[in-house]
């Protein structure tokens, strides 16, 4: 299978925010999803493997190499807004980007833009927010790029346009050469398509690995808070009380050691972020 993409011991220091020692690993052929509340650091890891923030120490590899802005045809970029000049056309779209690659395509360009529905005279202040996402897709899959890298693309996108999106990233991966990291806060289109999961909390990688062992390792507790003593409460992450009882989060394998009238239940990533950002919370 292989990585086709590898971040080994990444930080970067800020006046009052620092990723530490931020590591994982991108398999060949899948589709893995960043995640983590705002601010935690997604867009600075992002930036540092696309060479526009320059790290404190650390190593990155693309295609099995250091990387480099040699990689940057094989990689395709989507951001939440295109970097697109407003009164561009999606045809002045093609024309202003396709000399930076050599791989450039423009069959697959109008095939693309065709298929996602893209008038070529259409001005890129005109688009709707899905379809300047598709227009970045359009044009990443026009110069065989082997990498996608997303930042927040489907944020303020209706669900069906966030479908539409998800779907074009399962067609992409169906080469098994190809592979996507998807950063989002939007946990579900990731229940649905990713493959792999990277959390990031704090500057800090807490979980990378298969999206199932993520959701198979924790479960939603809740119950009546006096059915619970001092000890039960220092098994559940994320613990807080309300009108009703309790909730948090916590591990498969302590639920045995839970008593028997609290209730356990399969959980979402979106939980877990939230439970263990509390529980980080806690703990400062």
Request: proline letters at 2%.
């Given at each position: 299978?292989?990585?086709?993409?590898?971040?080994?011991?990444?930080?970067?220091?800020?006046?009052?925010?620092?990723?530490?020692?931020?590591?994982?690993?991108?398999?060949?052929?899948?589709?893995?999803?960043?995640?983590?509340?705002?601010g935690?650091?997604?867009?600075?890891?992002?930036?540092?493997?696309?060479?526009?923030?320059?790290?404190d120490?650390?190593?990155?590899?693309?295609?099995?190499?250091?990387?480099?802005?040699?990689?940057?045809?094989?990689?395709?970029?989507?951001?939440?807004?295109?970097?697109y000049?407003?009164?561009?056309?999606?045809?002045?779209?093609?024309?202003?980007?396709?000399?930076?690659?050599?791989?450039?395509?423009?069959?697959?360009?109008?095939?693309?833009?065709?298929?996602?529905?893209?008038?070529?005279?259409?001005?890129?202040?005109?688009?709707?927010?899905?379809?300047?996402?598709?227009?970045?897709?359009?044009?990443?899959?026009?110069?065989n790029?082997?990498?996608?890298?997303?930042?927040?693309?489907t944020?303020?996108?209706?669900?069906?346009?966030?479908?539409?999106?998800?779907?074009?990233?399962?067609?992409?991966?169906?080469?098994?050469?190809?592979?996507?990291?998807?950063?989002?806060?939007?946990?579900?289109?990731?229940?649905?398509?990713?493959?792999?999961?990277?959390?990031?909390?704090?500057?800090?990688?807490?979980?990378?690995?298969?999206?199932?062992?993520?959701?198979?390792?924790?479960?939603?507790?809740?119950?009546?808070?006096?059915?619970?003593?001092?000890?039960?409460?220092?098994?559940?992450?994320?613990?807080?009380?309300?009108?009703?009882?309790?909730?948090?989060?916590?591990?498969?394998?302590?639920?045995?050691?839970?008593?028997?009238?609290?209730?356990?239940?399969?959980?979402?990533?979106?939980?877990?972020?939230?439970?263990?950002?509390?529980?980080?919370?806690?703990?400062?």
């Amino acid at each position: 299978m292989g990585n086709i993409l590898e971040v080994q011991g990444l930080c970067k220091k800020y006046k009052d925010f620092a990723l530490r020692d931020v590591t994982f690993a991108v398999p060949r052929g899948f589709i893995m999803g960043f995640i983590g509340q705002n601010g935690a650091g997604k867009t600075t890891t992002i930036k540092s493997i696309l060479n526009i923030t320059n790290v404190d120490s650390g190593r990155i590899k693309i295609f099995g190499a250091d990387n480099s802005t040699d990689n940057n045809g094989k990689i395709g970029v989507v951001m939440d807004s295109p970097m697109y000049v407003d009164d561009w056309t999606v045809a002045d779209v093609e024309r202003a980007v396709s000399p930076f690659y050599s791989d450039w395509n423009s069959e697959k360009y109008a095939k693309h833009t065709k298929q996602f529905g893209l008038d070529r005279k259409k001005k890129v202040k005109d688009l709707s927010r899905g379809m300047k996402v598709k227009l970045q897709i359009a044009a990443a899959l026009s110069h065989n790029a082997e990498l996608l890298i997303l930042d927040e693309p489907t944020s303020g996108l209706d669900p069906v346009a966030r479908d539409e999106i998800c779907d074009l990233l399962r067609e992409f991966v169906a080469d098994e050469n190809k592979s996507v990291f998807f950063s989002t806060h939007i946990t579900t289109d990731l229940e649905k398509t990713a493959d792999f999961i990277t959390f990031i909390l704090d500057g800090r990688i807490v979980f990378t690995g298969a999206k199932d062992d993520l959701l198979g390792k924790y479960a939603r507790v809740t119950g009546g808070v006096n059915e619970i003593s001092g000890e039960h409460k220092k098994l559940i992450v994320g613990y807080r009380e309300h009108s009703t009882g309790f909730e948090g989060m916590i591990e498969t394998g302590s639920i045995r050691h839970m008593p028997k009238g609290v209730i356990t239940e399969e959980i979402t990533l979106d939980e877990i972020v939230i439970f263990m950002t509390k529980e980080a919370k806690i703990n400062e």
